[in-house]
């Protein structure tokens, strides 16, 4: 990422312009061309650099329910765990941690019934029943955003 | 406390925008109304709180943010609210949670951490712990990624 991509992409993760022509916009501001901004955030996306550009929902407010779960799971059966945790699309993250519980993967769904479900689901596939549900409470910050230096 | 919204218009706009010259209009068309028209209930939805954001989401590992560590905080209940924002105050810390505790697992505030590597990230939760005054934590760093996809509304609200 060079220092244009920076400065650029720092104010974009919070506020993409709500206008028709959001590009054209941008391009107006560095003196590029639309035709140019766009092609410059294929290239960053091409890079890797841009994931994409989205809409981020405050999840509760559209009365879903979230959760962080950890399992305690023994080496051996990791990979098949992780296998029949990640087929869930209702599962967006899940990491192997250095601690006893070692997969940790977040859950939203529609209601608690469903996420109740989803859990006795993976635990009766998985076999594995050691599980903490960290229910989330409250958030206080839910954004992936950076200081760009 | 949900508010009302649309559901084929939250749908609508989970998905990425396209990079195209009108990427509104594209969702809008979809949807069969006019772009001013969802211009307009995007506005609202963000006013309400419904909507965060709409914005880049950047590829973080090669953003050069490739440590990234759980911190799982022991704060007194009194204390948890403040803790918590002054942790979300930290721009590093991108996630900042309120969540359950067991009899055996007292952590109630987690946040996210991220940082270019070990050291940077242990520097920056000291200074969390030093400014919230909190000293009984825990940090967890990501051994392996298994799956990390931007949350499926589709999947999830059917």
Redesign the interface.
Same mark, same amino acid.
């Given at each position: 990422?060079n220092a244009k991509d920076k400065k650029f992409?720092k104010g974009?993760?919070?506020? &993409?312009p709500?206008?028709? $022509?959001?590009?054209?916009a941008l391009a107006d501001e560095t003196g590029d061309t639309?035709d140019e901004m766009?092609a410059y =955030?294929?290239k960053l996306?091409a890079?890797?650099?841009? $994931? *994409?550009? %989205? !809409?981020? &929902?405050?999840?509760r407010?559209?009365?879903?329910v979230s959760s962080?779960i950890a399992l305690r799971v023994p080496k051996s059966k990791i990979s098949k765990t992780?296998k029949i945790?990640?087929a869930y699309?209702?599962?967006?993250?899940?990491?192997?941690? #250095?601690?006893t519980y070692n997969?940790? +993967?977040t859950v @939203? %769904?529609?209601s608690e019934r469903k996420l109740k479900s989803i859990l006795a689901e993976i635990r009766q596939k998985s076999g594995i029943s050691d599980m903490?549900?960290?229910? !989330?409470?409250?958030? &206080?910050?839910?954004?992936?955003? =950076?200081?760009?230096k | 406390?949900?508010?009302k +919204?649309n559901k084929k218009v939250?749908l609508g706009?989970?998905d990425?925008?396209e990079?195209? @010259?009108?990427?509104?209009?594209i969702v809008a068309e979809r949807l069969g109304i006019s772009?001013?028209r969802l211009?307009r209930i995007?506005?609202k939805y963000?006013s #309400?709180?419904?909507?965060?954001?709409? /914005?880049?989401?950047?590829?973080? =590992?090669?953003? /050069? *943010?490739k440590c990234n560590a759980?911190v799982m905080w022991q704060v007194e209940d009194a204390g948890?609210e403040t803790a918590?924002?002054i &942790? #979300?105050g930290f721009?590093?810390? !991108?996630?900042?949670? %309120?969540?359950?505790t067991?009899p055996d697992?007292p952590y109630?505030l987690?946040t996210m951490v991220?940082a270019r590597n070990k050291n940077e990230s242990q520097t920056i939760i000291k200074a969390m712990s030093t400014k919230a005054g909190i000293t009984s934590y825990?940090i967890? =760093? !990501?051994?392996?990624? +298994?799956?990390?996809?931007?949350?499926?509304?589709k999947?999830?609200? @059917?």
């Open positions: 990422m992409l974009l993760q919070t506020d &993409f709500l206008i028709s $022509r959001p590009f054209a639309e766009l =955030f294929k996306k890079d890797g650099i841009l $994931r *994409y550009i %989205a !809409t981020m &929902f405050d999840l407010k559209l009365g879903i962080l992780v945790i990640n699309p209702n599962i967006s993250h899940n990491y192997l941690r #250095a601690d997969v940790w +993967f @939203s %769904a529609a903490l549900d960290l229910r !989330t409470r409250q958030v &206080f910050k839910s954004q992936a955003i =950076f200081e760009l | 406390m949900s508010l +919204f939250v706009l989970s990425p925008l990079l195209v @010259s009108q990427p509104y209009k772009e001013q211009l995007i506005r963000k #309400a709180g419904l909507i965060r954001r709409v /914005g880049t989401v950047l590829g973080h =590992f090669k953003a /050069g *943010y759980l948890l918590g924002k &942790f #979300a721009p590093q810390v !991108t996630h900042c949670y %309120a969540r359950q067991y697992w109630n987690y991220h825990k967890q =760093f !990501t051994v392996k990624e +298994f799956k990390k996809i931007k949350s499926d509304l999947e999830i609200l @059917s």
